[in-house]
């Protein structure tokens, strides 16, 4: 078995798929397959990865007649994956240089082996190989490459586990994602997400590195702009991330780790209207807003209520995530929904 199965969907990729192949194929690091599902391509992508696959035995290329969307190219993919690990990268993104040296050598330390969440008494220290998911950190960078900022992990133990988020970030047991039948949503937004909340309740064992092997292109051709006009596309994906969280939630039989999915489905909530519809028309603020708060109560009922919110116990995401939550939280409970949508039309004028 091969240690490493890199997973990649491609549509209309021509832009920069080019860096992202040259960035996986020329890791030094050479036990690994690499996996491209072409969704329905309409420009030269199909042609440019045909040549790719026959010129490389390391790339095998699955070509859809359809367009079905990010997670419907990537659960392909891993059906068809044979690695130990799988790895993600996104078309317009890129592996930085000996990223794959660096995640095998640490996988395969005789070392620290994380924590065991099932059982954390387990003494798991000293065993060979045994992490589930090695997380690691992330650059953002412009559209020609250069840095913006670098986010390496901030958070370890149980607050890591409930915030993997980006598929991007961490390397992944292949046999975690088959057992236990986990896949990303169909016709969805927020794929990354509900994907990692759905494997996190599955993780044994985590890890962390503190260097960043990922780049991830801040670009105005990325599936992931003109985000409400998505939401209207795929209406449904308002409630999955809360439905996770709470399916999470329901299944955790530990008060701290309910008290942090449940954070994490807040943080959620408030980076949504004070991030990437931040600068959005005053209607389609509004919008936003009333629709996720309507999802985030069929989901989470008295929950929300009920709960008291932190600012440094315990440590859900990064501490600006944590100080949105705090701030938030308390001028929407106490001074009103009303205040509160007159607040978010204030941001980002």
Sequence with gaps: ??????????????????????????????????????????????????????????????????????????????????GEYLLFIDQDDFFVDGAFDMLAARLGAEADCGTNFADPAEDVYGAANCTDVLCF??????????????????????????????????????????????????????????????????????????????????????TSNNMSAKFDRYPDSRR???EECRNAYDASGSASDRKLIFLTALAYYYSIQFGIFRKDAP???????????????????????GHSVTLFRPKCRRFIYRLVVWVSYR??????????????LLMGR
């Design 283 to 305: 209607d389609t603020k509004l919008k936003e807003y009333r629709l996720h708060r309507q999802a985030l109560e069929e989901c989470f009922g008295d929950y929300l209520h």
């Design 1 to 82: 078995m091969m240690k490493f199965s890199v997973i990649m969907p491609a549509y209309n990729g021509m832009h920069y798929i080019d860096a992202a192949v040259a960035s996986v194929l020329s890791q030094s690091y050479a036990d690994f397959e690499y996996i491209i599902t072409d969704d329905g391509s309409t420009d030269g992508t199909r042609d440019y990865l045909e040549k790719l696959s026959k010129n490389d035995a390391r790339v095998k290329v699955i070509f859809l007649e359809k367009n079905g969307g990010i997670g419907n190219a990537r659960n392909t993919a891993i059906r068809e994956a044979d």
């Design 331 to 344: 001028m929407e409970k106490y001074l009103g929904q009303a205040f509160f949508e007159k607040f978010i």
């Design 240 to 242: 999955l991330v809360f």
């Design 137 to 222: 950190g992330m650059n953002r960078v412009r559209e020609d490459g250069s840095l913006i900022q670098a986010f390496p992990p901030e958070l370890s133990g149980s607050a890591l586990r409930w915030d993997l988020c980006t598929v991007w970030t961490y390397a992944v047991r292949r046999s975690i994602i088959v057992d236990n039948g986990i896949e990303f949503p169909v016709d969805s937004m927020n794929e990354d997400m509900i994907f990692s909340l759905r494997l996190a309740r599955y993780t044994d064992r985590i890890e962390r590195m503190d260097e960043c092997l990922y780049s991830h292109r801040i670009n105005e051709l990325s």
